[in-house]
């Protein structure tokens, strides 16, 4: 699913009746043509800054939001009368970096960062699910393919799109 500035959370979930073992996730971006972009596409754990991504979304939030403030005030009142500026989304950023240094708020996003997980359990257990987070180029889509076990042994694969298949024996 993506959520916006290249990145997108990918979800596993076991809705099986039974522990999933061995478990491979190749998560992988292509193109618009469905076409494979090599090596764009990588866990944003150490790619990416939680602080920086958080002031930045934070930032385009504040934006908009007065923006339509100062656009209502000047709908409600005559010009000049309480001279609310036409642009006060500019200030957005200003009030931002003002947010990010509350106090103790940094080191929560940074353990923020510490907890984020680059890769996949090897074992799901029944009605869980795992999430990694990753980052890809803005117009590339992420797809994912994978492949584990059951509780009974047996290999499943499962392409993006598809539905699970059994894996055969020499596959």
Known sequence: MPIGQGLWTVTVNNASSGPITDLEVDVYAVDGDGNGLEGACHPAKGKISVQGLSREMLSGVMSGTLDAIGSRA???????????????GSYGGMFSDHIMSVPGLSALLQNAQQQMVDKYPQVISRDQSAEVLYSAPGAAEVRVDLQFADDMGNLWRRRHGQQPEPVMEGE
């Open 74 to 88: 000047n709908s409600m009142y005559p010009p000049g009368i309480f001279g609310v500026p036409t642009n006060l």
